[in-house]
């Protein structure tokens, strides 16, 4: 699944958006294909293609994967998730963001991370949100 440019070579962004144009020349795509291009127009609308993403497990069934601009990735990227996973440990993190669809929100500003006790990564997750 696509998720972001940011950390690609600008050779691999280049090559990716002229497979994009041609995947949307095409006549008859697969639904892959078509899910690929959604959210692919979906980042770029939305100012968020080439920001770093992240990972939020909200339940057992889903994951949505959070955008944020360098300063607040920052706040969060000293998580090793396989660290966390060897100490069980998780972390609780507190934010603002955007809704943007059921798996994409945009996160303007994380307020406060905690690395706490528990089996799961990202077991409590507090955010705001407005909904488009």
């Known amino acids: 699944m ?20 041609s995947l ?3 006549e008859s795509i697969s639904l892959e ?6 959210r692919f ?3 770029r609308n939305n100012n968020l293609i080439n920001k770093p993403p ?3 497990e909200i339940d057992s069934s889903q994951i949505i ?4 601009d360098e300063k607040e990735y920052e706040k969060i990227k000293q998580f090793d998730r396989q660290k966390l996973i ?3 440990k998780k972390v609780n993190i507190v934010f603002k ?3 943007i669809r059921d798996d994409i929100l945009d996160c303007y500003k994380i307020i406060s991370t905690e690395k706490i006790r528990g089996k799961n990564i990202l077991e409590k997750i507090n955010f705001e949100f407005n909904k488009l």
């Not at 696509?2 to 144009?21: A, H, Q, V, W």
């Not at 294909?33 to 959604?38: C, G, T």
């Not at 994967?65 to 944020?68: I, R, S």
């Open 2 to 21: 696509f998720e972001s440019y940011y950390g690609i070579p600008k050779s691999t962004i280049t090559k990716f958006e002229l497979m994009i144009d």
């Open 24 to 26: 949307r020349n095409q």
């Open 33 to 38: 294909d078509q899910l690929l291009i959604e």
């Open 41 to 43: 127009n979906v980042l």
């Open 54 to 56: 992240f990972h939020l």
């Open 65 to 68: 994967t959070a955008y944020l």
């Open 86 to 88: 060897n100490e069980k």
């Open 97 to 99: 963001g955007q809704v």
